[in-house]
Protein backbone atom coordinates (compact mmCIF):
# COMPACT_ATOMS: atom_id res chain seq x y z
CA UNK A 1 0.00 0.00 0.00
CA UNK A 2 3.09 2.60 0.00
CA UNK A 3 2.75 5.77 1.77
CA UNK A 4 -1.10 6.40 0.01
CA UNK A 5 -3.05 8.12 2.40
CA UNK A 6 -6.65 5.94 0.71
CA UNK A 7 -5.69 2.52 -1.16
CA UNK A 8 -8.48 1.33 -2.90
CA UNK A 9 -7.83 -2.34 -4.42
CA UNK A 10 -10.68 -4.41 -6.51
CA UNK A 11 -13.43 -2.52 -4.83
CA UNK A 12 -17.04 -3.68 -6.39
CA UNK A 13 -20.20 -2.88 -4.07
CA UNK A 14 -23.81 -3.33 -4.64
CA UNK A 15 -27.12 -2.29 -3.86
CA UNK A 16 -29.25 -5.11 -3.27
CA UNK A 17 -28.88 -6.95 -6.60
CA UNK A 18 -27.72 -3.44 -8.22
CA UNK A 19 -24.09 -2.91 -9.08
CA UNK A 20 -23.36 0.71 -7.92
CA UNK A 21 -19.16 0.09 -8.05
CA UNK A 22 -17.95 -2.32 -9.98
CA UNK A 23 -14.11 -3.22 -9.63
CA UNK A 24 -12.33 0.23 -9.27
CA UNK A 25 -8.88 0.40 -7.88
CA UNK A 26 -7.07 3.86 -6.87
CA UNK A 27 -4.71 5.63 -4.81
CA UNK A 28 -4.84 8.82 -2.87
CA UNK A 29 -1.58 10.73 -1.80
CA UNK A 30 -1.64 12.90 1.73
CA UNK A 31 -1.79 16.60 0.53
CA UNK A 32 -3.62 16.30 -2.85
CA UNK A 33 -6.95 17.70 -3.47
CA UNK A 34 -8.73 15.67 -5.68
CA UNK A 35 -12.28 15.99 -7.56
CA UNK A 36 -14.61 13.14 -7.90
CA UNK A 37 -17.09 13.52 -11.19
CA UNK A 38 -19.35 12.29 -13.31
CA UNK A 39 -22.84 11.91 -14.18
CA UNK A 40 -26.00 10.73 -11.88
CA UNK A 41 -26.19 7.67 -10.43
CA UNK A 42 -22.34 7.30 -11.46
CA UNK A 43 -21.62 6.23 -7.83
CA UNK A 44 -19.58 9.39 -7.08
CA UNK A 45 -21.35 9.41 -3.14
CA UNK A 46 -20.86 5.65 -2.96
CA UNK A 47 -17.51 5.84 -3.47
CA UNK A 48 -17.28 8.67 -0.66
CA UNK A 49 -19.17 6.48 1.77
CA UNK A 50 -17.02 3.70 0.77
CA UNK A 51 -13.37 5.93 1.73
CA UNK A 52 -15.29 7.47 5.12
CA UNK A 53 -16.01 3.70 6.30
CA UNK A 54 -20.21 3.96 6.30
CA UNK A 55 -19.75 1.35 3.57
CA UNK A 56 -18.20 -2.07 3.37
CA UNK A 57 -17.20 -3.08 -0.01
CA UNK A 58 -18.93 -6.73 -1.30
CA UNK A 59 -15.69 -7.18 -2.62
CA UNK A 60 -11.97 -5.53 -2.46
CA UNK A 61 -10.75 -3.30 0.60
CA UNK A 62 -10.46 0.40 1.23
CA UNK A 63 -7.56 1.22 3.32
CA UNK A 64 -6.42 4.60 5.39
CA UNK A 65 -2.72 4.62 6.06
CA UNK A 66 -1.94 1.14 5.24
CA UNK A 67 -4.34 -0.09 7.25
CA UNK A 68 -7.95 -1.38 6.42
CA UNK A 69 -10.86 0.42 7.73
CA UNK A 70 -12.54 -2.42 9.06
CA UNK A 71 -9.89 -3.02 11.27
CA UNK A 72 -10.32 1.17 12.86
CA UNK A 73 -12.53 1.62 15.92
CA UNK A 74 -15.18 4.40 14.83
CA UNK A 75 -13.17 7.02 17.31
CA UNK A 76 -9.82 6.34 15.79
CA UNK A 77 -11.24 6.94 12.41
CA UNK A 78 -12.92 9.84 13.17
CA UNK A 79 -10.12 11.50 14.37
CA UNK A 80 -8.63 11.01 10.67
CA UNK A 81 -11.36 11.51 8.23
CA UNK A 82 -13.71 14.07 8.63
CA UNK A 83 -16.93 13.60 6.23
CA UNK A 84 -19.67 16.80 5.43
CA UNK A 85 -22.22 14.65 3.22
CA UNK A 86 -25.27 15.95 0.93
CA UNK A 87 -27.63 15.94 3.83
CA UNK A 88 -26.71 18.57 6.18
CA UNK A 89 -29.62 19.04 8.57
CA UNK A 90 -29.92 19.09 12.52
CA UNK A 91 -32.91 17.89 14.63
CA UNK A 92 -32.33 20.31 17.42
CA UNK A 93 -31.78 23.94 17.77
CA UNK A 94 -27.77 23.60 19.09
CA UNK A 95 -25.97 26.80 18.77
CA UNK A 96 -23.42 27.28 16.30
CA UNK A 97 -20.60 26.93 19.08
CA UNK A 98 -22.64 24.06 20.44
CA UNK A 99 -22.38 22.41 17.17
CA UNK A 100 -18.90 22.56 16.35
CA UNK A 101 -18.14 21.90 19.86
CA UNK A 102 -19.61 18.23 19.00
CA UNK A 103 -16.88 17.94 16.15
CA UNK A 104 -14.41 17.22 19.19
CA UNK A 105 -16.35 14.18 20.35
CA UNK A 106 -13.13 11.65 19.19
CA UNK A 107 -11.50 13.31 22.20
CA UNK A 108 -13.82 13.51 24.60
CA UNK A 109 -14.03 11.57 27.51
CA UNK A 110 -16.50 8.99 28.21
CA UNK A 111 -19.19 10.79 30.06
CA UNK A 112 -18.55 13.39 27.01
CA UNK A 113 -16.82 16.24 29.05
CA UNK A 114 -14.68 18.59 27.29
CA UNK A 115 -10.88 19.42 28.31
CA UNK A 116 -10.28 23.54 28.21
CA UNK A 117 -8.13 22.32 24.96
CA UNK A 118 -10.68 21.38 23.37
CA UNK A 119 -12.88 24.42 23.88
CA UNK A 120 -9.31 26.26 22.88
CA UNK A 121 -9.62 24.06 19.70
CA UNK A 122 -13.20 24.86 18.64
CA UNK A 123 -12.11 28.67 19.19
CA UNK A 124 -9.44 28.48 16.43
CA UNK A 125 -11.67 26.81 14.31
CA UNK A 126 -14.39 29.30 14.84
CA UNK A 127 -11.83 32.32 14.52
CA UNK A 128 -10.26 30.56 11.80
CA UNK A 129 -13.50 30.00 9.37
CA UNK A 130 -14.69 33.62 10.45
CA UNK A 131 -17.79 33.16 11.81
CA UNK A 132 -17.57 34.67 15.64
CA UNK A 133 -20.50 36.89 14.82
CA UNK A 134 -22.42 32.98 14.29
CA UNK A 135 -21.23 31.72 17.48
CA UNK A 136 -24.72 32.25 19.72
CA UNK A 137 -27.03 31.79 16.51
CA UNK A 138 -28.60 28.46 16.76
CA UNK A 139 -28.72 26.54 13.56
CA UNK A 140 -32.40 26.80 12.56
CA UNK A 141 -31.70 30.59 11.90
CA UNK A 142 -28.48 30.51 9.79
CA UNK A 143 -28.90 31.08 5.70
CA UNK A 144 -27.70 28.48 3.47
CA UNK A 145 -24.36 29.72 2.93
CA UNK A 146 -23.77 30.01 6.61
CA UNK A 147 -25.11 26.67 7.55
CA UNK A 148 -22.77 25.11 5.26
CA UNK A 149 -19.56 27.11 6.44
CA UNK A 150 -20.73 26.05 9.97
CA UNK A 151 -20.79 21.94 9.29
CA UNK A 152 -17.72 22.47 7.76
CA UNK A 153 -16.07 23.63 10.66
CA UNK A 154 -17.44 20.86 12.85
CA UNK A 155 -16.13 18.55 10.38
CA UNK A 156 -11.81 20.68 11.20
CA UNK A 157 -12.79 20.51 14.60
CA UNK A 158 -12.29 16.95 13.90
CA UNK A 159 -8.68 17.61 13.66
CA UNK A 160 -8.89 15.66 10.52
CA UNK A 161 -6.09 13.81 7.84
CA UNK A 162 -8.31 13.89 5.36
CA UNK A 163 -11.87 16.00 4.52
CA UNK A 164 -14.40 13.73 2.53
CA UNK A 165 -17.17 16.17 0.85
CA UNK A 166 -20.26 15.54 -1.19
CA UNK A 167 -21.09 18.05 -3.05
CA UNK A 168 -20.82 20.80 -0.97
CA UNK A 169 -21.29 23.79 -2.64
CA UNK A 170 -24.57 22.35 -4.73
CA UNK A 171 -27.06 24.67 -3.31
CA UNK A 172 -24.81 27.50 -2.54
CA UNK A 173 -24.95 31.09 -4.81
CA UNK A 174 -21.59 31.64 -6.46
CA UNK A 175 -20.39 34.01 -3.81
CA UNK A 176 -20.86 31.73 -0.81
CA UNK A 177 -19.55 28.85 -3.81
CA UNK A 178 -15.97 31.65 -3.83
CA UNK A 179 -15.95 31.43 0.37
CA UNK A 180 -16.14 28.03 0.32
CA UNK A 181 -13.56 27.44 -1.95
CA UNK A 182 -11.24 30.22 -0.67
CA UNK A 183 -11.51 28.15 2.70
CA UNK A 184 -10.48 24.66 1.54
CA UNK A 185 -7.48 26.17 -0.74
CA UNK A 186 -6.35 27.69 2.53
CA UNK A 187 -6.61 24.18 4.35
CA UNK A 188 -5.27 22.38 1.64
CA UNK A 189 -2.23 24.91 1.40
CA UNK A 190 -2.05 23.75 4.83
CA UNK A 191 -1.34 20.08 4.46
CA UNK A 192 -5.16 18.63 4.71
CA UNK A 193 -6.14 16.03 1.89
CA UNK A 194 -9.27 16.95 0.54
CA UNK A 195 -11.39 14.64 -1.67
CA UNK A 196 -14.99 16.14 -3.26
CA UNK A 197 -17.63 15.21 -5.07
CA UNK A 198 -18.30 18.02 -7.70
CA UNK A 199 -21.05 18.25 -10.33
CA UNK A 200 -19.86 21.33 -11.81
CA UNK A 201 -16.81 20.52 -13.76
CA UNK A 202 -15.64 24.38 -14.12
CA UNK A 203 -15.26 24.42 -10.15
CA UNK A 204 -14.04 20.86 -10.26
CA UNK A 205 -11.28 22.28 -12.84
CA UNK A 206 -10.57 25.32 -10.98
CA UNK A 207 -9.80 24.20 -7.25
CA UNK A 208 -9.29 20.48 -7.71
CA UNK A 209 -5.60 19.50 -9.10
CA UNK A 210 -6.78 15.56 -9.68
CA UNK A 211 -10.18 15.00 -11.05
CA UNK A 212 -11.29 10.86 -11.04
CA UNK A 213 -14.41 11.04 -13.53
CA UNK A 214 -16.84 7.76 -12.90
CA UNK A 215 -19.52 6.33 -15.42
CA UNK A 216 -21.51 3.18 -14.61
CA UNK A 217 -19.44 2.73 -11.55
CA UNK A 218 -16.45 2.29 -13.26
CA UNK A 219 -13.04 4.87 -13.71
CA UNK A 220 -13.15 6.66 -17.01
CA UNK A 221 -9.86 8.74 -16.46
CA UNK A 222 -7.85 9.90 -13.60
CA UNK A 223 -5.66 13.11 -13.75
CA UNK A 224 -4.88 16.76 -13.53
CA UNK A 225 -7.62 18.42 -14.99
CA UNK A 226 -6.60 18.94 -18.61
CA UNK A 227 -6.04 15.45 -19.22
CA UNK A 228 -9.52 14.10 -17.91
CA UNK A 229 -11.32 17.40 -18.82
CA UNK A 230 -11.35 16.57 -22.75
CA UNK A 231 -14.42 16.57 -25.10
CA UNK A 232 -13.95 13.20 -25.76
CA UNK A 233 -14.27 11.67 -21.96
CA UNK A 234 -17.14 14.40 -20.70
CA UNK A 235 -19.50 13.21 -24.22
CA UNK A 236 -18.78 10.01 -23.30
CA UNK A 237 -19.69 9.47 -19.89
CA UNK A 238 -22.40 12.47 -20.06
CA UNK A 239 -24.11 11.41 -23.11
CA UNK A 240 -24.07 15.29 -23.70
CA UNK A 241 -21.63 16.95 -26.66
CA UNK A 242 -20.01 19.78 -24.92
CA UNK A 243 -16.78 22.25 -25.89
CA UNK A 244 -13.97 23.13 -23.97
CA UNK A 245 -12.06 25.55 -23.74
CA UNK A 246 -9.61 26.96 -21.61
CA UNK A 247 -10.49 29.84 -19.19
CA UNK A 248 -7.88 32.29 -20.12
CA UNK A 249 -7.03 33.70 -15.96
CA UNK A 250 -5.94 30.36 -15.28
CA UNK A 251 -5.39 28.39 -18.14
CA UNK A 252 -7.66 25.61 -16.36
CA UNK A 253 -10.32 23.80 -18.82
CA UNK A 254 -13.47 25.20 -19.12
CA UNK A 255 -16.46 23.27 -20.19
CA UNK A 256 -19.63 24.24 -21.88
CA UNK A 257 -22.54 21.99 -23.14
CA UNK A 258 -24.14 22.32 -26.56
CA UNK A 259 -27.44 22.09 -26.89
CA UNK A 260 -29.39 20.14 -29.22
CA UNK A 261 -30.71 23.25 -30.96
CA UNK A 262 -27.32 24.05 -32.49
CA UNK A 263 -26.94 19.89 -33.59
CA UNK A 264 -29.82 19.88 -35.76
CA UNK A 265 -31.47 17.37 -33.90
Not at 111 to 121: D, M, P, Q
Not at 206 to 227: H, Q, V, W, Y
Amino acid sequence: MGDALFSVHGVVFNYDRHTAIDDITFTVNPGEFMGIIGPNGAGKSTVIRLLAGFLKPNKGFVAFSGKNLDKYEKRELAQNIATLPQATETPFSFTVEEFILMGRYPYAQKNWLYEKKEEEFVEYIIDTMEISHLRGRTIDTLSEGERQKVFLSQCLAQDPKALLLDEPVSHLDIRHQMQTFDVLEKLHSEGLTIIMVLHDLNLAAEFCSRLMLISKGRINADGDPKTVLTFQNIEEAYDTVVIVKENPLSGKPFVVPVSRKYLGK
